[in-house]
């Protein structure tokens, strides 16, 4: 995210697209909806009527997969009527003559029949946004999970610079992290091609510097596989062995009767967690692991806010921290340098390694709470926004792109699109919230969304069972009559293994991330016998 929390509410517009906000991610949705009373006006551009949608001052449905194309559109809309901040784009960016010609194509009209928005409406939600003193844009894996996901980041950044909507209060573009930690994992170096603080391990200096701090060698220059390809790399016996940490890869990721025959082809497969996942089932060795009520150290949120996590119970059954673990196995392969034994010994390391965490100590934390990075040293008060002079890379890039269909749409065989989400009651795979009674309770089992009009056409009535079939594979869940999808889509949870849909989601990756697209695919939908 380029602001935090506290920095957001000075916003007077709020675009939200690919976030179910509200279900999701409760308490920043709270903060918005306070914004709303104040008078902030929310914009909501989903496939699907969710219920930050339904609290919307505008709501804009489009068709699954044509996201570029609406951006292009406000874009269009914004330069036609001279909405655009052309101080902002001389003094701050490049490639602005590209963008301009690009989305002089996308009229409001040629939008709506790509997307199924109307044309006055998109030209309404860009005057709100662009005549703003302060808009700010908030995205989720409704936006990034998709083959375009990257051009779709893109975009939201291309519309941000086109109105100077960043490095201010209450401004920029703010993604929304799908897990409580996700930020911190990506920050400490939790990605194939980058060391902590987002050094590539491709650049000579960012080698050296680890080597020298590591006592190692030779650290490799080559970006390593993403999960996809590892999962790939097991199946062609690239990929020897797997240690899973906290992750379920058997329902969360994409098309996983293949998934499942890659991690059975492993060699020597281990799962490291908290419960007995459907991953774990499949390990030859599991390492069970402690929960996060029982071990100390900090976690990185959203908005780059480094919080302190405190023990207050001892690891049950025989059960270790994460750190505790690694440091084990590490010493056993008789790895140097894994001698740590507390949480705050790895925090002095990285205030060593990692630039943007400098200045985030454990006595600063326990003094003030909490830091927001980037905090370079310990008299830095932290970050609250990015990009307040300059960007990461000097001048802002726009990126010229133009409309891409999916990677699979619907067809005579497979006419509807299928694409999938979370619900409130239930998170990520549901190791955790499908073992509380209270919450399988509300929503026991996968509910399938079709518009009345679809349920009519294939003879749907009450709660009666539905076949969806993929060119990947097929499953049978209960489906509900709703107007929150439009007819030809149907919705589907993930958070089920009796009814996983990720049995029937395209792995078809972005050419740059290698995300999966998990929000459109084509699907069959009959009624069950």
């Known amino acids: 995210m380029t602001n935090s929390f506290p920095d957001l509410e000075e916003a007077q517009v709020i675009l939200i697209t690919g976030s179910n906000t509200t279900e999701q991610h409760p308490i920043i949705a709270t903060r918005l909806i306070k914004l709303q009373d104040k008078g902030a006006k929310i914009i909501v551009i989903d496939p699907r009527y969710t219920q930050i949608a339904q609290i919307a001052d505008i709501y804009l449905r489009q068709k699954p997969g044509t996201d570029l194309a609406w951006f292009n559109g406000l874009m269009h809309v914004i330069l036609r009527d001279n909405l655009a901040n052309q101080d902002f784009i001389k003094e701050r960016t490049e490639g602005f003559e590209e963008l301009k010609a690009k989305v002089a194509d996308y009229t409001p009209e040629r939008v709506e029949e790509i997307t199924g928005i109307p044309a006055e409406k998109l030209v309404e939600v860009a005057h709100l946004y662009a005549k703003a003193e302060r808009s700010a844009i908030f995205y989720c894996m409704g936006i990034t999970q998709h083959t375009t996901g990257v051009q779709h980041v893109w975009q939201c950044a291309n519309l941000a610079m ?9 401004t920029g573009v703010n993604p929304l992290r799908g897990q409580n930690n996700v930020q911190g994992a990506c920050d400490m170096g939790g990605l194939p091609n980058v060391f902590p603080a987002y050094q590539p391990v491709t650049k000579d200096d960012a080698r050296e510097k680890f080597q020298q701090a590591w006592g190692v060698e030779k650290l490799p220059a080559e970006v390593g596989m993403t999960i996809m390809e590892m999962m790939h790399g097991l199946e062609n016996g690239k990929v020897k062995a797997m240690w899973v940490m906290g992750e379920n890869p058997s329902l969360s990721d994409p098309d996983i009767n293949h998934v499942n ?5 492993a060699e020597f497969l281990i799962v490291q967690d908290v419960f007995l996942s459907e991953t774990a089932q499949l390990a030859h060795v599991v390492l069970p692991a402690a929960s996060y009520a029982e071990k100390d150290g900090t976690f990185s949120n959203t908005e ?9 119970i001892e690891p049950l059954y025989g059960s270790k921290s994460d750190m505790e673990i690694i440091c084990l196995v590490a010493r056993k392969m008789g790895a140097r340098g894994f001698d740590f034994e507390t949480p705050q010994q790895v925090m002095a390391e990285i205030n060593q390694l990692t630039p943007s965490y400098g200045g985030i100590t454990y006595e600063r934390l326990e003094e003030l709470g ?5 905090c370079p040293n310990g008299e830095h008060p932290g970050t609250p926004f990015l990009h307040k002079d300059k960007f990461a890379r000097g001048l802002g890039l726009f990126h010229a792109i133009d409309h891409q269909p999916p990677a699979e749409e619907p067809d005579e065989e497979y006419p509807f699109i299928l694409t999938t989400g979370r619900i409130m009651f ?4 549901g190791t955790m919230t499908r073992r509380i009674e209270k919450l399988d309770r509300e929503v026991p089992t996968c509910v399938i969304e079709i518009n009345p009009a679809d349920a009519s056409r294939i003879g749907l009535n009450g709660k009666n069972k539905v076949r969806l079939q993929s060119r990947r594979g097929e499953l049978i869940a209960e489906a509900k009559t709703t107007e929150r999808v439009d007819p030809g889509v149907v919705f589907m949870p993930f958070h089920f293994v009796e009814a996983a849909a990720n049995i029937l989601t395209n792995p078809a990756l972005d050419p740059v991330a290698k995300i999966p697209e998990y929000k459109v695919c084509a699907v069959r939908v009959e009624l069950a016998e």
């Open 162 to 170: 086109l109105t100077g909507h960043i490095g201010r209060p209450g």
């Open 261 to 265: 025959k890659a991690l059975q082809a």
């Open 304 to 312: 780059r806010r480094v919080q302190r996590v405190r023990k207050a």
């Open 370 to 374: 909490a830091l927001i990075w980037p």
């Open 426 to 429: 239930h998170y990520h795979t």
